[in-house]
C-alpha cells in the first residue's frame, strides 16, 4: 500500500564492492555523495547486515548496493534492529541478476538514487523462514544447491547465465529430496493442503514469480506467498531444454502451484539446503510465513503492486 510521505532525515548506504562486475563502485560512491548518504563499505559476508542493523537505529533510509543478496542482508540487519516501521529502504542494484530491483520498478543505479530520492513509498511484504527474513524468494532443490556453488569469478563472466550453467551442470547428479509441503489456508476460503513426493525444485516467492508468464513479479502486497513445486523428472527429460527455466514455460501435471500465507517443508531424509535471496539456509524443517506490509520502499513508475489485476499474466493455481 501508498505509504504517506514522511522526510527521510539520515541516509545511509550500505555498499557491497565487490557484488556483480565489481565495476560499479567509482558510479554509487560519487551518486551516494550528491544524493547526501553517508557510505558504508562491506568487506566480507555479513557485514551488509551488520551494518544495515547499527545504520538504521540512527538513519530513516537505508540505501543497499549490490545484488539480491546483500539486499536480503539490509532487510535481516533493519529487521534485527527492531526498525522496520521507522526505516524506508532503497535497492541500488549492482549485482548479477538484480531480480527484486527490477520487480520494483527500479532500472540501474543511477535511477536508484532518483527512486530514493522523489520515487513512491510503498509498504510490502517480507516473507519470514526459521526467523529469517527475505524479500524476494526462497528457493530449495537443485536450484539453491547451484545458486551456492555458482562462482563469483562465474558470475563476473557469464552474469545470470551463471545460474542457468549451474543449475544444468547439478541435475545430472542431484538426488530430488523426499519432501511433505503443507500450505495453510489460501484465498477464498481454500483449505489447507498437503502435497508429498520428491521434489527438484520447491519455490516460494514473495516477490519474485516462478513461471512461464513474461511478467516475472508477483504481487508483494497481498500477504500471500506464491508457492511453486515441481516435481522430480528423468533427468533426460530435463536437460533435453535450453534451460532450466523453459520448464517453467510449459504447462505440465508435475508442477504444483499454491497461493498461501504460510508453508512449511519438512524432509523425510536429510536435510535441504535453501537459498534465500542467495543467502543458504540448511534445515530439516522450514516454516515460513508472511510478516505483511513490514517493510517501506522507495519503488520506480513502472512498479505494479498488482500484476495480475489487468491479466497480464495471471500467475495460474490450484485453489
Known sequence: MEADGRTERNRVLVLNPVSGSGDHVD????????YGFDIRRTEEAGDAKRLAQVAAEEATLVAAAGGDGTVNEAVNGIAAAGELETTTLAVVPAGTGNNFASNVGVEGIEHAFAVAETGRRR?????????????????????AKASGETSTESKSELGVLAYVKETLDAIGSFDSPPLQVDTGEGPDGDSSRTWE???????????????????AQANVEDGLLEVTIVEDAPTTDLLGDATVERLFDQESDRIVRRRTPSVTIESRGESVQYSLDGEMLETERLRIETDPGALEIAVGDDYDPNPDEQKRGLWPFEG
Open 27 to 34: 558510479d554509487v560512491v560519487e551518486l551516494a555523495a550528491d
Open 123 to 143: 509498504t510490502i511484504d517480507l516473507g519470514v523462514a526459521n526467523g529469517q527474513v527475505f524479500a524476494n524468494s526462497c528457493v530449495g532443490g537443485v536450484t
Open 197 to 215: 513426493g520428491k521434489a527438484l525444485f520447491v519455490l516460494v516467492g514473495n516477490c519474485r514469480r516462478f513461471t512461464g508468464a513474461r511478467t
